[in-house]
């Protein structure tokens, strides 16, 4: 695993660690905030709850703990709770002994036992059925377990990462969810920002995945600041998993050299929001001057159109577009 790096240097530089056969990319303080947290986290064995909505990158975040843990070299077991149904799960999680059921013609080690001096992360945890709960709480006090259908305990070193995308306080509070698995779990919890919450990030988010997605020189290669913009108004419901599937359709269905407005599709298209600038509480001064730098250079056809309703010299607001890395996203068309 490649360790974090820059691609720029001052507060707003583009932090990026490779996790696997993926890159985390994050500019915005919210992400800065959680990559700081995942690793003071990875050093420990504590378990992490992830919080989040669906899409929102937990799946990799809890991979980014494994691999920056000196559990790196065992086994990331990721196992989705919801696609399997409780025995299945059950039987997945803990394995079976000959003869524990009608199919079960040989003994079966379970994910827990192949995941020993590794992890396992749990997405979904709150499908998990109630009758499987404390088994899994056996495993995480004690560190041990019986096959389906066994008397042996068996002991397993492994660390025990679970992810959410519903509120667990209101799955405890409706007797969906054990109270003192719930606690076990959440001794460390980290709540991961929805994407519209980090808008700063979706710029180079989807360059990203157009670099991984387009196949040698085939257009697109680039996205016009025109509908950059548009990106980073749209709402993004399904967070950083729809971007990449907008992104994959682009590559597909795009001829272009960059990727314009007239390319998006319709709901990304309507998102413009042209006359308002959006200043969340975190963003810092220099991301606030970037912003509105952004805002302004697609409101106006020309940089001198923009300097002056900015009240600022053209010299000058070439020299904070400079500042803020934005001539590479303005394209080589742009009027001056």
Not at 138 to 146: Q, S, T
Not at 237 to 254: A, F, I, W, Y
């Amino acid at each position: 695993m490649n360790g974090s790096r820059s691609m720029a240097s001052g507060k707003e530089e583009v932090s990026t660690l490779r996790v696997g056969a993926d890159d985390i990319l994050y500019r915005s303080a919210s992400m800065r905030s959680v990559m700081a947290t995942v690793n003071l986290i990875a050093q420990s064995d504590v378990s992490v709850l992830l919080l989040g909505e669906s899409g929102s990158g937990k799946e990799v975040i809890a991979r980014a703990v494994h691999e920056l843990s000196p559990r790196s070299e065992g086994m990331f077991v990721p196992i989705n709770c919801a696609s399997l149904s409780g025995d299945i799960l059950e039987n997945e999680l803990f394995g079976h002994e000959r003869g524990a059921f009608t199919s079960a013609d040989e003994q079966k080690r379970g994910l827990f036992e192949l995941a020993d001096a590794g992890t396992v992360f749990l997405d979904e945890i709150n499908e998990m059925g109630l009758h499987v709960q404390p088994k899994l709480l056996r495993v995480l006090e004690r560190r041990e377990f019986r096959r389906v259908g066994g008397t042996k305990k068996i002991k397993v070193d492994l660390r025990i990462i679970a992810a959410s995308n519903v509120d667990l306080d209101a799955e405890v509070r409706m007797r969906r969810f054990r109270e003192d698995l719930y606690y076990r779990l959440k001794v460390i919890t980290l709540v991961m920002p929805p994407l519209r919450d980090r808008r700063e990030d979706i710029p180079e988010l989807a360059r990203y995945f157009l670099r991984r997605l387009r196949k040698n020189d085939r257009r697109p290669a680039d996205f016009s600041e025109r509908a950059l913009g548009r990106l980073r108004n749209y709402a993004w419901p399904g967070n950083v998993r729809e971007l990449k599937n907008v992104v994959e359709s682009l590559v597909v269905m795009s001829s272009r050299e960059v990727v314009d407005v007239e390319d998006l599709p319709a709901s990304i298209r309507a998102s413009a929001t042209p006359s308002e600038i959006v200043i969340r509480v975190g963003m810092s001064m220099s991301e606030i001057e970037g912003e509105i730098l952004r805002r302004y250079l697609e409101a106006y056809p020309t940089k001198k159109a923009a300097a002056k309703a900015l009240g600022i010299g053209l010299r000058t607001l070439h020299a904070k577009v400079k500042q803020h890395r934005l001539n590479r996203s303005r394209g080589a068309g742009r009027r001056q």
